[in-house]
Structure formats: C-alpha cells, structure tokens
C-alpha cells in the first residue's frame, strides 16, 4: 500500500522547490523530508529526485508523480473544507491569516465582544505578512491589504487603509528635505504597495534600515534613525510628524477573504461578521 504520509511530504517539496523549504512549511527538520522522499522511492522502485551536491531535482517520472500527487492533496484540502462546511453550529475552531500591525490595531481590542457572543468559537489568529493559502488551508479567512485574485474565494471590500511618510520631529528639524534617509521593509516585501510607493521618492537618497515590522519601522522613525512609510494607524499613535514629499500620499484597500466552500459555515459567517465590525469600528484609524 502507498503511504500517503511519504506521498505528502514529496507534493510539498515538489511545490516548495527545496528540502529546506518543504521542511519549514512541514515543520519538520529536512532529514525527514528526504527519508520521506526515499520512502517513496522505494515503495514505488522509481527515482523521483536527482540528489545533487546542492539540491534535489525532480526527475521525469517525479514531475509526473507531482502532477498527481498535487491533485491528489487538493483532494484532501476539499474534503477537509466539505467536512467544516458541514458543521451547523456556531462552534469550534476558526483560523484567520492577518497581517501582525493590523491584527494588534484593529481585531484584538474588540476579541471580548467576539467572545461574549459566541463563547463556543475557538479563534486561532495566524499573524503574518505573507499571503496564506485558502485553498490548501493555511486559514479559513484572510484580511488582506489588496484584492483577492484567486478563482475559488469570495472577497468583500471592508475598508481603506491611508498611509503616509513619518518621522520625528526633531529628525524633520535638524534635516534638510534632500538629505533625509529612508526605513524600508525587507525584501520578502519588497513588491508590496507601500515599498514601490517609497522606491518612487527615494531619489537616489540612502536606505538606512529594512525590517519586515511595520511596529519596528515605527519605532525606529520615533528614535531619529529616518523617514518611514506607515499605515495612518501606527503614524498617528504619537511622537511622529507626517511628511509630505510631494503627493497625496497612498491608500490601499482591506478585503476579507474566505473559500467558496466555507462561506455559508456559520461559525466562519459569525467571524467574518466580527471582523467587519472591527474595522467599522469609530476608532479603526481610517483617515
């Protein structure tokens, strides 16, 4: 029988490219990812990778097997979406991806009220900046700061977040407009909307910092270190000055994303409710 286990882990690596790759998104160490893979080898007696000095490589007949390995693990994200979908009770466990800066803001001052009304729902709050997977079920709902793309969501526009150049005020006094220097995020967001906006006043001027924290660009511009691009809702908190460098500055829109199966579930409809609420809020800061 072929265990599909070894067969799993060979879709995430064939998906992720790399040992080292597949092994964070398993979390697993990439030893096991390559016994995995061996396993399979030897329950099939067919090489599926080249192992190079460096790297592993599909051979042929893997990028077959990939091909239907990868539908075959689609398979089981549909049956597993079927299966919640199917849950008529507001209860149990709802996972939401958002980026950090606008979960801390927006979402966890108002998770009493979340709570209080439907004390059955297990919320599990991913914080991070990439774009999670609906589909392959990273989570069941993500907020976004740009408008879903893929076939098989259904997206709802909840609210418009502005930005703009802040900096300390002592840092705007003592610096002349042509020498000021930049804060950017790293470059796992280097394609973001706020980074090509920056790019496009930087003129040549020198980037002094990059990290991939809103919060730590914030505080970083507070100290003097430069000027940075923040969400109005982090720039407004205190002890920054707005920037203006010639423009009306930026707005990005917030979407609230979730899979076509889960959208009628109601303990994902009650959250999605919730979070819509949450950036409706008098104090969600969209200026």
């Known amino acids: 029988m ?3 286990e070894n067969l799993h882990y060979f879709a995430v690596f064939s998906h992720e490219k790399s040992l080292s790759a597949a092994a964070r998104k398993l979390g697993v160490d990439h030893a096991t990812v390559a016994r995995r893979i061996a ?3 030897s329950s099939l007696q067919l090489k599926l990778v080249d192992r190079r000095p460096r790297a592993y490589v599909l051979t042929v007949d893997g990028e077959r097997i990939a091909s239907i390995a990868d539908q075959m693990v689609e398979g089981a994200f549909s049956i597993g979406r079927i299966a919640k979908a199917g849950q008529q009770s507001i209860s149990g466990e709802v996972s939401i991806s958002v980026p950090p800066a606008t979960a801390a803001n927006f979402i966890v001052p108002h998770l009493a009220k979340l709570r209080q009304q439907y004390p059955n729902i297990l919320l599990s709050m991913i914080a991070e900046t990439r ?8 989570a069941d709902i ?3 700061l740009s408008r879903p793309t893929e076939d098989d969501l259904v997206a709802r526009r909840i609210g418009i977040m502005p930005f703009a150049f802040y900096a300390a005020p002592d840092y705007l006094a003592k610096t002349k407009p042509e020498d000021y220097v930049f804060i950017e995020l790293d470059s796992s967001l280097v394609q973001s909307v706020q980074q090509r906006w920056l790019s496009a006043h930087l003129a040549d001027r020198p980037i ?11 505080i970083a511009a507070c100290a003097g270190v430069g000027v940075a691009v923040l969400p109005y809702f982090l720039g407004e908190l205190g002890g920054l000055a707005r920037v203006s460098l ?3 500055g930026l707005e990005r829109e ?3 994303a979730v899979h076509q199966d889960l959208h009628n579930t109601p303990a994902v409809r009650a959250v999605m409710d919730f979070l819509v609420d949450c950036f409706m809020q008098p104090d969600s800061h969209q200026i």
């Open 254 to 256: 917030i979407w609230l």
């Open 246 to 248: 010639g423009d009306g």
């Open 208 to 218: 002094v910092l990059r990290t991939n924290s809103p919060e730590i660009q914030r």
């Open 2 to 4: 072929l265990d599909w």
């Open 131 to 138: 774009i999670a997977s609906l589909p392959h079920g990273e």
């Open 142 to 144: 993500a907020v976004r």
């Open 39 to 41: 396993a399979l080898e």
